[in-house]
C-alpha cells in the first residue's frame, strides 16, 4: 500500500474548504468500530478555545468548525457564555460541591429545543446553568488530537430526541420502534422514547413498572399500549434479520448472514445501553418477545446468537475490556460496537469527587492506537507507524459517536426529518408514514460529536466546514445522523435492508442526499495516509484498560449512564 507525503498545514487548510464527496469503493473497509461515547454536545467537549468579549459567536478549535462559546437564554438579553466544567462535571460552586448531570430526558429535550429557539438549556439548574459550559482542552486532548489528525464532523445529530436506551437502540437497530415496520397495529409509527428500568431492562424483564414510555408521530408522549407490557423490540437490527430466522434454514440464529460482528459491553445489571440485550433474535436467538429467560446460553437462556457475539468482561476468558484482547489477537469482527464501563465514558461521573480522574480520552485514544499502531507483546498485529494490521493490511475504520447530548447547551438548532407533503406541516406536527415519511415527530436530536478514523482520512478534514466567522448550519453542506453510520456500512460490506424506507434511520440519512451521495463518504478521498499515534496520559495505556482492577485497586464496573 503507497502511503501519500503531503503537508499537513496544506491538507488541514484544504480539507476545511473544499468537500471530499467521493464514491469511495465498498468493500474498502475490512472492519468498522463504531466506539459510543456518553452525553456530550461538540460546544461542550470542543468549545475550550478563549472566551470572545461578545461570546456566542463562532469560535473554533481548527478552521471550519462550528463552535461557539454562548448562546441566548429564555428571558436574558445578553448571551449566556460557556464557562469551564471539568469533564467529570464536578462542579464546587453547586450546592456545595456536586456533579452536574442535567436533564436530558425526552420532555427535557422538549424544553431545551424551545420551539426551535435553542434557549431551554438552564431548565434544571436555574440561574447557576452550569449547562451552558465547556470542558477544559486539558482533561480532553486526546480528542482534540483525534479530530486535527484525522476527521471532524461540524453536523452530526443524534437520531433520537432523548436518553441512552432509545439512543442505543437507534446505534444497533436503526430506530426505537416496538416493532418492525408493516405490522398491523402501527406500532412502528411510534418510537421508545425514555430510559427502561436499571435494575431490570431488556428481553429478560419481568418486573411490575419502569418500562419506557412511547411517543406518537405526532410527538405526544404515550404509555406502552400493550397489554403484554415488556423490553423486548422486534425490530430488526443491522447485523439481524427475523426473516433469516422464520425460513428454518438458520437454527437459532437471525443474522443478516453478511458480516461477523460483535457487541463489547461492560458486565454490569444495569444494560439499558445494551443494544443486543432489547432484541429478541439476539437475546433468544428467535423472534419472540415474551421467552422472559436471561440472554445467552445455558438453563436460563438458549441463544447461541448472544453468547457468539456480545463480548463481556471476565467471560470466556476475555479481561476488562475485550476489545483489546480481540485486537491483540487478531480476531476482531467486521462490525464492531465498543460500549464503555462507566469510568470512561464521558458521563458525569456520579459520586465523583473533585479530584476524580476520568478515562473517556485515553479509551477512545487507545482504542484508535491499538487498531493503528499495533499492540507491543502481539505477533499478529505487532507495533508499527505504517504497516499496523489493521491500518495497511486490513484498513479498519472506527467512528467514535456520543449517544446523546446529555442536557448541554448546544448552538445548532437540528434539522427536520423526512416530510413529503407539499406544503410541509408546520413544526413536528404530524407524520404519515404511509406518505412515506418518517420519525417526523421524533426525529432529529441535538448535535453529538463524532471523530472519524481511518487510512483514507485526510488529516484536519472537517466534514460541513464553514469559512469565515459565520456558519450558515441552516443549510450545511453535510449533514449526518446515527442511520448516516448504519448505512455506510451497509454500504460497505454490501449488505441491504430488507424493510423498504420508512422504516429505518439508515434508510433515511440526511446525507444520501444528493442524490447517490454515499452517507459518510466525504471524510474518505483516495490517497491513503500514515497512522498518527494519539498521546494520552502515563499509565492509561491499553494494558490498563485490559486489567483495569489491578491498575485502578478501587475499580468497580458500572454501567455508562444512570439517567
Known amino acids: 500500500m503507497k502511503f501519500a507525503a503531503k503537508s499537513l498545514l496544506f491538507l488541514i487548510a484544504l480539507a476545511a474548504t473544499f468537500a471530499y464527496t467521493q464514491t469511495i469503493p465498498a468493500g474498502t473497509f475490512k472492519h468498522i468500530i463504531i466506539v459510543v461515547q456518553e452525553n456530550r454536545t461538540p460546544d461542550n467537549l470542543f468549545g475550550s478555545n478563549p472566551a470572545i468579549a461578545n461570546c456566542s459567536q463562532e469560535n473554533p478549535f481548527e478552521r471550519g468548525v462550528d463552535i461557539v462559546d454562548g448562546g441566548h437564554v429564555i428571558g436574558q438579553k445578553q448571551p449566556q457564555c460557556l464557562t469551564p466544567l471539568p469533564l467529570s462535571a464536578w462542579d464546587a460552586t453547586l450546592n456545595n460541591g456536586t456533579v452536574v448531570d442535567p436533564d436530558h430526558l425526552y420532555q427535557g429535550w422538549v424544553t431545551d429545543y424551545d420551539g426551535g429557539s435553542m434557549d431551554g438549556f438552564c431548565h434544571k439548574y436555574g440561574t447557576t446553568c452550569p449547562e451552558y459550559s465547556y470542558v477544559p482542552k486539558s482533561d480532553v486532548q486526546p480528542y482534540f488530537d483525534i479530530a486535527t489528525n484525522y476527521g471532524f464532523a461540524n453536523y452530526m445529530f443524534q437520531s433520537n430526541q432523548g436518553p441512552s436506551f432509545p439512543a442505543h437502540q437507534f446505534l444497533f437497530s436503526g430506530t426505537s420502534a416496538p416493532v418492525a415496520p408493516g405490522d398491523s397495529i402501527h406500532y412502528s409509527w411510534d418510537f421508545v422514547i425514555g430510559n427502561a428500568d436499571f435494575n431490570h431492562s431488556g428481553c429478560p424483564y419481568t418486573g411490575t413498572g419502569g418500562w419506557p414510555q412511547w411517543v406518537k408521530p405526532n410527538g405526544n408522549p404515550i404509555g406502552d399500549p400493550r397489554n403484554s407490557k415488556n423490553e423486548c423490540y422486534t425490530h430488526d437490527s443491522l447485523v439481524t434479520d427475523a426473516n433469516d430466522c422464520s425460513n428454518g434454514t ?156 446529555g442536557g448541554w447547551f448546544d448552538h445548532v438548532k437540528p434539522f427536520q426529518a423526512r416530510v413529503n407533503i407539499n406544503p410541509p406541516p408546520q413544526g413536528y406536527t404530524f407524520c404519515d408514514p404511509n406518505q412515506g415519511q418518517w420519525g417526523c415527530g421524533f426525529t432529529e436530536g441535538f448535535r453529538v460529536p463524532l471523530l472519524v478514523v481511518s487510512p483514507y482520512t485526510p488529516p484536519g478534514y472537517v466534514s460541513g466546514a464553514c469559512d469565515g466567522t459565520f456558519c450558515n448550519n441552516d443549510k450545511p453542506p453535510y449533514q449526518h445522523d446515527f442511520g448516516s453510520i448504519l448505512a455506510f456500512t451497509e454500504y460497505n460490506f454490501g449488505m441491504q435492508r430488507i424493510a423498504p424506507p420508512p422504516g429505518y434511520a439508515d434508510t433515511n440519512a440526511p446525507d444520501w442526499q444528493p442524490a447517490g451521495n454515499i452517507p459518510l463518504s466525504d471524510f474518505f478521498g483516495s490517497s491513503t495516509y500514515n497512522f498518527t499515534n494519539i498521546s494520552t496520559p502515563v499509565g492509561q495505556d491499553y494494558t490498563c484498560f485490559q486489567h483495569f482492577a489491578k491498575c485502578v485497586p478501587d475499580w468497580v464496573p458500572t454501567p455508562p449512564d444512570n439517567d
Not at 437471525?254 to 461492560?266: G, K, Q
Not at 453468547?307 to 463481556?312: E, F, K, L, T, Y
Not at 507483546?377 to 446523546?404: F, M, R
Open 250 to 405: 438458520n437454527g437459532d440464529y437471525c443474522d443478516r448472514r453478511i458480516v461477523s460482528w460483535a457487541y463489547y459491553a461492560p458486565g454490569t445489571p444495569s444494560i439499558i445501553w445494551d443494544a443486543p440485550r432489547g432484541i429478541p433474535e439476539v437475546c433468544y436467538g428467535q423472534n419472540s418477545p415474551y421467552n422472559n429467560n436471561a440472554c445467552g446460553p445455558g438453563p436460563s437462556g438458549n441463544s447461541k446468537e448472544w453468547s457468539d457475539h456480545v463480548r463481556i468482561p471476565d467471560q470466556n476468558g476475555y479481561t476488562d475490556a475485550p476489545i483489546f484482547d480481540d485486537l491483540y489477537s487478531c480476531k476482531l469482527p467486521q462490525v464492531s460496537w465498543v460500549i464503555p464501563d462507566g469510568r470512561w465514558s464521558d458521563h458525569p461521573q456520579d459520586g465523583a469527587t473533585s479530584n476524580i480522574t476520568v478515562y473517556g480520552p485515553s479509551w477512545v485514544g487507545d482504542i484508535i492506537d491499538a487498531v493503528g499502531g499495533g499492540m507491543q507483546g502481539s505477533t499478529c498485529n505487532p507495533p508499527s507507524a505504517t504497516h499496523a494490521k489493521y491500518w495497511a493490511q486490513e484498513p479498519t475504520l472506527i467512528l467514535v459517536v456520543w449517544d446523546d447530548w
